[in-house]
Protein backbone atom coordinates (compact mmCIF):
# COMPACT_ATOMS: atom_id res chain seq x y z
CA UNK A 1 0.00 0.00 0.00
CA UNK A 2 2.77 2.22 0.67
CA UNK A 3 4.77 2.11 -2.29
CA UNK A 4 1.54 1.93 -4.77
CA UNK A 5 0.36 5.68 -5.64
CA UNK A 6 -3.10 4.19 -7.71
CA UNK A 7 -4.63 3.44 -4.13
CA UNK A 8 -6.52 6.39 -2.83
CA UNK A 9 -7.91 5.42 0.38
CA UNK A 10 -7.08 2.29 2.49
CA UNK A 11 -9.22 0.58 5.83
CA UNK A 12 -6.86 -1.65 7.79
CA UNK A 13 -6.03 -2.17 11.74
CA UNK A 14 -5.86 -5.40 13.99
CA UNK A 15 -2.15 -5.22 13.66
CA UNK A 16 0.68 -3.32 15.77
CA UNK A 17 4.39 -2.08 15.04
CA UNK A 18 6.65 -5.54 15.73
CA UNK A 19 7.59 -6.01 19.51
CA UNK A 20 10.64 -8.30 18.29
CA UNK A 21 12.78 -5.21 16.69
CA UNK A 22 11.75 -5.09 12.91
CA UNK A 23 10.11 -1.53 12.50
CA UNK A 24 9.07 -2.28 8.57
CA UNK A 25 5.30 -1.62 9.46
CA UNK A 26 6.27 1.91 10.87
CA UNK A 27 8.60 3.04 7.72
CA UNK A 28 5.93 1.68 5.36
CA UNK A 29 3.24 3.99 7.58
CA UNK A 30 5.41 6.82 7.49
CA UNK A 31 4.99 6.98 3.52
CA UNK A 32 0.92 6.56 3.83
CA UNK A 33 -0.78 9.72 2.75
CA UNK A 34 -4.24 8.65 1.59
CA UNK A 35 -7.26 8.48 3.87
CA UNK A 36 -6.69 5.61 6.20
CA UNK A 37 -9.48 3.67 8.83
CA UNK A 38 -7.44 2.09 11.18
CA UNK A 39 -9.37 -0.62 13.54
CA UNK A 40 -8.31 -1.70 16.94
CA UNK A 41 -9.67 -3.84 19.01
CA UNK A 42 -8.81 -2.93 22.64
CA UNK A 43 -8.87 -6.06 24.11
CA UNK A 44 -6.49 -8.03 21.88
CA UNK A 45 -4.77 -10.76 22.97
CA UNK A 46 -2.91 -11.11 19.56
CA UNK A 47 -2.25 -7.24 19.60
CA UNK A 48 -0.97 -5.64 22.05
CA UNK A 49 -2.61 -1.99 22.26
CA UNK A 50 0.56 0.23 22.36
CA UNK A 51 2.06 -1.24 19.17
CA UNK A 52 -1.56 -0.88 17.54
CA UNK A 53 -1.52 2.84 18.70
CA UNK A 54 2.38 3.12 17.42
CA UNK A 55 1.56 1.87 14.30
CA UNK A 56 -1.29 4.09 13.91
CA UNK A 57 0.85 7.19 15.18
CA UNK A 58 3.33 6.33 12.31
CA UNK A 59 0.75 6.82 9.61
CA UNK A 60 2.02 10.02 7.63
CA UNK A 61 -2.17 10.65 6.48
CA UNK A 62 -3.62 14.04 7.53
CA UNK A 63 -6.74 12.21 7.15
CA UNK A 64 -6.81 9.22 9.49
CA UNK A 65 -9.27 7.75 11.81
CA UNK A 66 -8.66 4.87 14.58
CA UNK A 67 -12.00 3.19 15.65
CA UNK A 68 -11.38 0.66 18.61
CA UNK A 69 -13.96 -0.95 19.89
CA UNK A 70 -13.61 -3.35 22.91
CA UNK A 71 -13.28 -7.00 22.78
CA UNK A 72 -10.68 -9.53 21.51
CA UNK A 73 -9.51 -9.68 18.04
CA UNK A 74 -11.64 -11.61 15.88
CA UNK A 75 -14.81 -9.57 17.87
CA UNK A 76 -15.11 -6.76 15.57
CA UNK A 77 -18.53 -5.10 15.79
CA UNK A 78 -20.88 -5.85 12.78
CA UNK A 79 -21.70 -2.33 12.11
CA UNK A 80 -17.93 -1.26 11.54
CA UNK A 81 -18.10 -3.53 8.80
CA UNK A 82 -20.86 -0.84 7.51
CA UNK A 83 -18.96 2.23 8.46
CA UNK A 84 -15.95 0.90 6.81
CA UNK A 85 -17.62 0.67 3.23
CA UNK A 86 -19.33 4.29 4.19
CA UNK A 87 -15.71 5.56 4.64
CA UNK A 88 -13.76 3.70 1.28
CA UNK A 89 -16.80 4.87 -0.31
CA UNK A 90 -17.36 8.50 0.23
CA UNK A 91 -13.51 9.20 -0.17
CA UNK A 92 -13.91 7.34 -3.71
CA UNK A 93 -16.34 9.15 -4.86
Avoid at 22 to 41: G, H, I, M, T, W
Wanted: charged fraction near 25%; hydrophobic fraction near 45%; glycine fraction near 6%.
Amino acid sequence: MAADPRIQVATFGLMGSPIWGNDRLERDAAKVSCPVLFLQQWDDELVPRDTALALFGAIASSDKRLHAHPGPHAAVPREEFGFTETFLAERLK
